[in-house]
C-alpha cells in the first residue's frame, strides 16, 4: 500500500492511505497547492500534480451540502492560467482549495469520524463558574425585588407567595439560559464559549430545546448527588457527568465535529486557568469571612 505523506508548516504528516488523503481534502484540510510526496517521488510534489493518481477529480467537498459540485480538471487548470479568483473575492464556485470560512460555533454540519476532545472537569467547571456568575448578575435582583415586595407588603401570606414566585423566576432564568444557549445553533453558553467548549448529542448534532430542558432538569440532579453526578466526569471514558449520561449528550472542545477538527485544544487554556485561578481566591476568601463571622459571634455569646 502506498504511503503518503504532506506538508504542514515545517512539519511532515503521514504516513497517509489514499483514503485518507481524499478526506482530507474533501475537509479543506489540505488543498491543491499542498506538498505532497510518496515514495517513487523525486521530490515534494503540490497536490494538483497527484489528482489522478489520487482520483480526486470527481470529488465535492463539504460544500456539496450547498448543492454546488465542480471539476477539478477545470479548477487546477484555472489556477495555472491564472483565470482562477482570488481567494476572499466572492467569485467562481466554492472549491477545496479555498480557505475554511472563519466560523466561529455554529457547525450546521456534523462532520464525523475524526478525533474529538472532550471537555474535562476544570473546563466545565471554569464555565460553570461564569455562567453562575451571569446568572446570578440577573437572579439576585429579581429574588430582591420579590422577596422586598414580600417584606414590605406586611403580610405572611404575601411574603410567602412573594418568595414561591422568586424561586419560580429563579428556576425559569436557568432554564431559560442555560437549555436556550445549549440549543442554540454554538451550543454553548456564555461560559462555555469563553472557555472554547460546546454541548452536543453523543453524535456530534445540535441539541433540541426539548433535550436542553431535559439536560438542564438532569443537572439538579446531578446536584442532589452530593456533587458526586458532576466529579464522575473527571473518570468517564467521554468525559461524561451523570447529566450528559441520562440525555446523552457530551462537551467537547468548540471544533470538534466540524472541518477545522486539527484546531481543538486539548490544553486548559489561558481563560480556563485565569477563571480556576479566580475562583480559587474567591473560595478562600468566602471561607475567611466564614471563619470571621462564626468568630464575632463565638464572641457575642460569650
Not at 283 to 298: D, E, F, H, K, R
Request: aromatic share 10%.
Amino acid at each position: 500500500m502506498t504511503e503518503w505523506y504532506f506538508a504542514d508548516g515545517q512539519e511532515r504528516q503521514g504516513p497517509l492511505t489514499a483514503d485518507e488523503m481524499r478526506l482530507r481534502f474533501q475537509r479543506a484540510q489540505i488543498s491543491l497547492t499542498t506538498l505532497v510526496w510518496r515514495e517513487g517521488f523525486a521530490q515534494w510534489k503540490p497536490l494538483s500534480e497527484a489528482v489522478d493518481e489520487l482520483q480526486l477529480q470527481n470529488l465535492s467537498s463539504a460544500a456539496e451540502n450547498l448543492g454546488s459540485g465542480f471539476d477539478l480538471r477545470g479548477d487546477y487548470t484555472a489556477i495555472d492560467n491564472g483565470t482562477a479568483p482570488l481567494p476572499g473575492t466572492g467569485g467562481g464556485t466554492h472549491s477545496p482549495y479555498t480557505a475554511p470560512a472563519a466560523g466561529g460555533y455554529a457547525n450546521a454540519a456534523v462532520v464525523g469520524g475524526g478525533n474529538v476532545v472532550y471537555a474535562g472537569f476544570w473546563k466545565r467547571y471554569a464555565s460553570y463558574f461564569l455562567d453562575s456568575v451571569v446568572v446570578s448578575v440577573v437572579n439576585i435582583p429579581v429574588s430582591l425585588i420579590f422577596n422586598g415586595i414580600g417584606a414590605v407588603s406586611g403580610n405572611e401570606s404575601v411574603a410567602l407567595v412573594m418568595s414561591l414566585l422568586a424561586m419560580v423566576a429563579g428556576l425559569a432564568l436557568g432554564v431559560a439560559y442555560y437549555a436556550g444557549f445549549h440549543a442554540s445553533a454554538g451550543g454553548a453558553t456564555l461560559g462555555k464559549m469563553a472557555v472554547g467548549i460546546k454541548v452536543v448529542r453523543g453524535n456530534g448534532e445540535r441539541l433540541t430545546l426539548g433535550r436542553g430542558i431535559g439536560r438542564y432538569f438532569g443537572f439538579l440532579l446531578s446536584s442532589l448527588t452530593l456533587m458526586i453526578g458532576f466529579i464522575m466526569a473527571a473518570f468517564t471514558e467521554r468525559k461524561q457527568a451523570l447529566h450528559d449520561m441520562i440525555c446523552d449528550t457530551v462537551v467537547v472542545d468548540k471544533w470538534a465535529y466540524t472541518e477545522n477538527e486539527h484546531l481543538q485544544q486539548p490544553a486548559l487554556g489561558t481563560v480556563t486557568i485565569v477563571v480556576l485561578v479566580v475562583s480559587g481566591l474567591v473560595t478562600v476568601a468566602a471561607i475567611g469571612v466564614g471563619i470571621a463571622m462564626i468568630g464575632v459571634i463565638a464572641s457575642s455569646m460569650s
